[in-house]
């Protein structure tokens, strides 16, 4: 779910809140598509290790293949620590409750369908 989804359905929540929310959804979503352009990058290395007649001489690629699962766990982490590092100064405002809330609602509203005129 989106961070400026339910940050905006937070009680009496400043605009600038729901700007920096935003921020961390771009930031967020640029992430994952290095992670899907990673992980299409890694299947292709994959294939051409397993396809590959002389496993000894592949050296390179295996380091390839391990670097990029790196990479990919470090994107992912840094995504989760995003995450926690706003839930944690959202919390210094509003309790729990209100959170769970304001996620309660934003995800209320994306499972309806949109209206468009």
């Known amino acids: 779910m989106s961070v400026a989804a339910w940050a905006s359905h937070l009680p009496e929540v400043h605009p600038f809140l729901v700007d920096m929310a935003q921020t961390i959804d771009r930031t ?35 380091a390839k293949v391990a670097a990029y699962q790196q990479e990919i766990i470090e994107y992912q982490a840094t995504i989760s620590q995003c995450r926690k590092q706003f839930e944690a100064q959202v919390a210094k405002r509003w309790t729990a409750a209100e959170i769970a809330h304001a996620k309660s609602r934003a995800g209320s509203l994306a499972d309806e369908p949109a209206v468009t005129a």
């Open 28 to 62: 967020i979503a640029r992430f994952q598509g290095r992670i899907g352009i990673l992980q299409a990058e890694l299947a292709r290395l994959r294939a051409a290790l397993a396809a590959s007649p002389d496993p000894s001489g592949n050296r390179a690629q295996c």
